[in-house]
């Protein structure tokens, strides 16, 4: 029986799924969110994850199964605390973890580890990769095998922290007429060592080629990205955050501009939107978390997913999350 919008594990909390077919399986990198008491906060201090389980099906129709932890903060010697939302890949004959974390200056960066398996366990680099910076990396490996990372996030996520190319703790969002913080995007080198090139801004314009404004909260990037390529255009997806919507632009160049396109998701229950895009067995899929199973409460989230659909146009039919049950 399908597991179509319903919990795909209960056991622990589980969000931010990235989903990817290794081997014709479908394999699932979630965030694993720990239950505590502490209150909400704008710097996001609820979400105190610490490790990562991958998550398998083996087909669409199977039961998901926890594959057990697979990396831990304590074997990974640059990081302090909170190890956020991760991605995979792989490349060089390996499976890549690839994953936001606080060092130990408490500075959000992004570190790698690999493994034999597409489930680890996984073996950490030394160092976070130079020149990293900010949460949610998206790691998309183009048919002509050149791989980039897009990444960024506001408020605990810092990315308005980083307005130059030197840490500003008391950075600020633009005032609501200027242009939004775009996202963040580099080239991978192949063994997944480091980046191939400069971390560079990714441009999201609106229907008349103008970079989307900070203050259009409805449309403008927040956090959570995700590239995918559908009849060859390159969809680049995220979070609007604070309106809780999960949006799309594209482009017919993975480096952008990219221009905003519409609505993939309506809000979710809980105050994040996360999701990823997969092709298995040629149908679509958004993988998703909600906060349902526990209520609202916004730490404790879930992973599921549903079918995505195009119109001929190549826009994306808009999801209501909840619409099975009206
Ligand atoms: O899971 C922690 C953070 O919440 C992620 O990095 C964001 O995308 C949001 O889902």
Redesign the pocket.
Known sequence: MSKERTPLVTHIFT??PSAHVFNDKLYIYP?HDLPHDGEDNDN?DE?V?EDYHVLSMDSIDAECVDNGEALNMRDVPWVSNQM??PDAVYTNGKYYLVF?ARDKDGIFRIGVAESESPVGPFKPQENYLEGSFS??PCVFKDDDGKIYMYNG?LW??QLQCWKTDKFDPNGTEPAKDEPALEPLCAELKEDMSGLASEVFRIKIVDENGEPLKAGDEDRRYF??PWMHKYNGLYYFSY?TGTTHYLVYATSTDPKGPFTYRGRIMEPVIGW?T?HSIVEYHGKWYLFYHDCELSGGINHRRTVKFTELKYNEDGTIVTIDPYSHKK
């Open positions: 969000a931010d965030s996001g979400y994850m956020w939302a936001p949460i949610d996030g605990g996520g956090e959570g979070s994040t996360h």
